[in-house]
């Protein structure tokens, strides 16, 4: 089952690149304490978010990456990612268990009795097909996930069996990916549908059955939201949830330090680790992802129009350097070329190494005057630091090589006509929708993927991943994988943390994190003594 051109997306810089007003620190404060770092007494938690979610927190539109806090905590899929744990494991949530048929096209679930909707109704195999034609009729960008399912059949109120139209081993996978399928309430979409699917009431409301629901949304802003008093699983003692949006990270920093915002998750620079890595005042948490920061070379420039130049390139990058440079511990090299653990074993090892003499030996076949370009996202300063590190190495070397930020939305055009684009790219942190190699190997490779930016093809690796999907064959993954490592259009730089910085009295942090998204359940966070 091949992912459709609806994969195209613009996930990565949202969040950075954002520009809104600053909201005054005195109206964040999570309130109560009588110090700044006290924990609340009124039963407010604020998670401050750097910037602008950027579209709608609709489950089935939502395809970038703060507003998760928000699709998450209000909605829930069929399965999830497990919490607290660095490993690709599926768990329940709205199923609570599941048989997958031999060849992959029959998924039976076996689903969670007496949960409700935010409305009231409750929940039953019915919602599945309705969540599942919802996303096709808005057609997101995560609509792939169940363009395979060919029928949903509900022999009784607690059992869906869905059938898909190819043999897909990662099916299960695009339902536990935070941007896989929610389940909606069915009489609320039709309430509110209007002429749009009821994308436009689901701009500032929701219809899920998450421990929390949206009391106010004020875009641009903040949003709130309160406690589901009827959720079937664990309550927080945190009746409110703040979500203010702040413009830059040092505003949210400053609000932080204040006592104001109770954690950050995944928006800080790496330049803030000293201060709060080990700090006795705050927590620091290291937490496991699938993303990592990558580089990209764009087989169309004339710079890199052989692979020895391309190959030559990448080995001219210090990655343990780098890493180290600019990414510090939140930050470990890659030695895979899928996400770490993806492949049991690491037997999809990276066998890119560190010799700089192949580019100064490169160099001196170039014509006098030779200039590259090194682009990174706008606003990420991770990226940014690597890309001039990079610059200047090559200008040692007698290229004239410059750094270059480019917008989101020019970074994923660039796939439209990659003549257009830099001769390289280093993005400081991306990732797949899930955990299956598939879900890497489709999206970074293969030019109708999303994030292969420079259209760097090769079909026998698409192919390969086709096979593997299939039969979820790891040595067909890896075939893929190794293939695709010798066109010299691809490293993978490091593998990332999920950096969450949050007070002291905030308990609960890693069990309610899990490695497929960079955002936590509130449900399960608490407050020490």
């Not at 470990?332 to 070329?337: G, R, Y």
């Not at 991770?382 to 290229?399: E, S, V």
């Not at 308990?507 to 936590?520: D, F, R």
Request: aromatic share 10%.
């Amino acid at each position: 089952m091949r992912l459709s051109s609806l994969r195209r997306r613009t996930r990565i810089a949202l969040v950075a690149a954002a520009a809104v007003p600053l909201l005054a620190l005195a109206a964040c404060s999570g309130g109560g304490g009588s110090s700044p770092n006290a924990a609340p007494e009124n039963g407010t938690l604020t998670v401050g978010l750097l910037g602008d979610i950027g579209q709608p927190p609709d489950p089935d539109i939502y395809y970038a990456n703060n507003g998760l806090a928000i699709v998450l905590n209000t909605y829930e899929g069929l399965v999830q990612y497990a919490n607290d744990t660095d490993s690709v494991k599926i768990a329940p949530r709205l199923a609570t268990s599941w048989t997958v048929s031999g060849d992959n096209t029959v998924y039976t679930f076996h689903l969670r009795k007496g949960v409700t909707f935010h409305d009231g109704t409750p929940f039953t195999s019915a919602a599945v097909k309705v969540a599942f034609d919802r996303r096709i009729a808005v057609k997101g960008g995560a609509a792939y996930m169940v363009q395979g399912v060919e029928s949903v059949a509900t022999p009784d109120a607690s059992t869906a069996v869905v059938t898909l139209d190819a043999p897909n081993s990662a099916f299960l996978d695009y339902l536990a990916s935070p941007f896989g399928p929610k389940m909606e309430s069915p009489t609320a979409l039709q309430k509110h549908a209007g002429s749009d699917d009821a994308q436009t009431y689901l701009q500032t409301h929701d219809v899920g059955t998450g421990p929390y629901e949206i009391s106010s949304a004020d875009p641009g802003t903040s949003w709130t939201l309160s406690r589901y008093a009827g959720y079937w699983g664990t309550k927080s003692p945190f009746t409110t949830v703040k979500l203010p949006i702040y413009s830059d990270a040092s505003a949210l920093q400053l609000a932080f330090d204040r006592g104001d915002v109770s954690a950050i998750v995944a928006a800080l620079p790496s330049s803030s680790l000293s201060k709060y890595e080990d700090s006795k005042q705050y927590a620091s948490y290291m937490l496991p992802t699938l993303q990592s920061a990558l580089v990209t070379v764009n087989p169309t420039k004339s710079f890199f129009s052989s692979k020895q130049a391309r190959l030559a390139f990448l080995e001219s990058i210090d990655q343990k350097s780098i890493v180290k440079q600019v990414l510090g511990s939140r930050s470990e090299p890659a030695t895979t070329l899928y996400a770490k653990g993806m492949i049991p074993g690491g037997k999809d090892e990276q066998t890119i190494t560190y010799e700089p003499s192949a580019m100064k030996s490169y160099a001196k076949t170039l014509p006098s005057g030779t200039t590259m370009t090194i682009g990174y996202a706008s606003g990420n300063t991770n990226a940014q630091q690597m890309a001039n590190i990079q610059a200047a190495k090559l200008q040692a070397d007698g290229i004239t090589a410059t750094a270059k930020s480019y917008p989101t939305s020019q970074v994923f055009g660039w796939i439209n006509d990659p003549t257009s684009g830099p001769d390289a790219f280093f993005d400081g942190n991306n990732g797949p929708d899930g955990g299956s190699p598939y879900m890497w190997g489709h999206v970074f490779w293969d030019k109708s993927g999303g994030i292969d930016y420079f259209g760097c093809d090769v079909p026998a690796v698409d192919q390969e991943l086709d096979h593997a999907v299939q039969t979820g064959d790891d040595s067909a993954y890896v075939a893929a994988a190794e293939q695709y490592a010798q066109t010299g259009c691809y490293y993978n730089l490091s593998y990332n943390k999920d950096w969450v910085v949050a007070q002291k009295w905030l308990t609960g942090v890693a069990k309610s994190h899990n490695i497929g998204a960079n955002e936590l359940d509130f449900s399960k966070l608490g407050i020490a003594g």
